[in-house]
Nanobody, 126 residues
Framework: QVQLVESGGGLVQAGGSLRLSCAASGRTFSSYAMGWFRQAPGKEREFVAAINYSGGRTSYADSVKGRFTISRDNTKNAVYLQMNSLEPEDTAVYYC???????????????????WGQGTQVTVSS
């Protein structure tokens, strides 16, 4: 069982930066692929970024590539999302998720993740 708690969201002006953190409980965290997803009002949850168990492989949605960076620190049971050059279109609730079935690789589909945090709101003003 893994419990995930996100933090670091808030209100920021366009062009600004935020760093989201996801704290995980459970000794098996370091074995799981992790992902960040987001959901804006009236829209479906969408993939943002993913990272494999070691941090050696990462993937990004085209909309955030070059602006966002996903990383993890297995000694701290944490995964991060550094968000730079934020745009109003990035406004959403951001969720951290764990996929206990994948280790070396990751999925970009929300359906494959079996543990989810409660989400943290990110609002980017223009």
């Amino acid at each position: 069982q893994v419990q995930l708690v996100e933090s670091g969201g808030g209100l920021v002006q366009a062009g600004g930066s935020l760093r989201l953190s996801c704290a995980a409980s459970g000794r098996t965290f370091s074995s799981y692929a992790m992902g960040w997803f987001r959901q804006a009002p009236g829209k479906e949850r969408e993939f943002v970024a993913a990272i494999n168990y070691s941090g050696g492989r990462t993937s990004y949605a085209d909309s955030v590539k070059g602006r966002f960076t996903i990383s993890r620190d297995n000694t701290k049971n944490a995964v991060y999302l550094q968000m730079n050059s934020l745009e109003p279109e990035d406004t959403a609730v951001y969720y951290c998720a764990a996929d206990s079935s994948r280790r070396l690789y990751y999925s970009i589909s929300a359906r494959d993740y079996n543990y989810w945090g409660q989400g943290t709101q990110v609002t980017v003003s223009s």
